[in-house]
């Protein structure tokens, strides 16, 4: 039995390989609040969307046609109700290959709790795969999955960022990471159910099903610090596409955010950007 699953996952993978490589273009969307919105951003085109589109497109080689839909303050709930019907009308036009979401920063703000976080991200969560499952159609008892891949962005440590002072950055520190806590407590829960409903029908459909997983952002500090000289940081995935001299102080934190030191902007929609389309391959490979 243990060899069987073996074989079929590998099918399930080389399939999914073959797929995209022959597609004529990848088709991203991303949801959420303001990173997504691109505040801090002067246009769309070097803002989260458009440099997540360049890093999709550098890893496949292929055009990427990619919308993004945000709102500055939406809370995990203000995404369902205010975004996801504008990905639902793209879904019924185009099949999208992954659906990018940003979250939770909004709930940490506000200080819910992570019972009312977890909630509000399952609510969200059955609102888009349920429209994938439904293939864009209400109502249709008939349905057929699709290969469509939800990436959460995960919650950055608040206690991280350069602009918050303390005790606040402390307070909304462990906020933060308690939201963490709740993000990844669901997504292995909806894993766990795509996991059981691929052993029973996908594979032996020879298709594969819906897949989630979060992207974690590693501390900018981490690696502009721990990445020796110029040439490894050249070198690093989640730098490519960033010039970098020959400096060894080339690159700073500051350059990473906006204005505010709180969105990402610059080299950091650029770095998140990358983080998204490795995870996106990653999981391709994976699973």
Partial sequence: ASKTNDTSSFTECCSKLKNMREKEEICVMLIGDSPVE????PTHDVALGGQTARAF????????????????????????TEMVPLMKQI???RELDVVIVSCGVNNTLRSHSAE????????LLHSIFDYADSGGRSGNENRKPKNVTVILIGLIDFSYLPFLPWPLSSVLGWRSR???AEMERVVEEWQKIFSYNTSRFDQQQNKA??????ANMPRVEDILNNHGGSIAKKQHPLLQGIAISDSENDLDINDFFADDGFHPAKNGT???GNMLAQTYHKLLNES
Avoid: C, D
């Avoid at 691109?38 to 951003?41: A, E, K, L, R, T």
């Avoid at 055009?63 to 939406?74: D, E, H, N, Q």
């Avoid at 009312?116 to 609510?123: A, D, H, K, M």
């Fill in 38 to 41: 691109g505040i801090g951003n």
């Fill in 57 to 80: 497109s550098r890893l496949y080689h292929k055009p990427v046609r990619y919308w993004a839909y945000g709102k500055s303050g939406l809370t995990t709930r203000g995404v369902q």
């Fill in 91 to 93: 879904s019924k036009k």
């Fill in 116 to 123: 009312t976080f977890g909630r509000e991200l399952n609510s």
């Fill in 178 to 180: 308690s939201l963490q």
């Fill in 209 to 214: 099903g819906p897949k989630i997983v979060i």
């Fill in 270 to 272: 650029i770095m998140v």
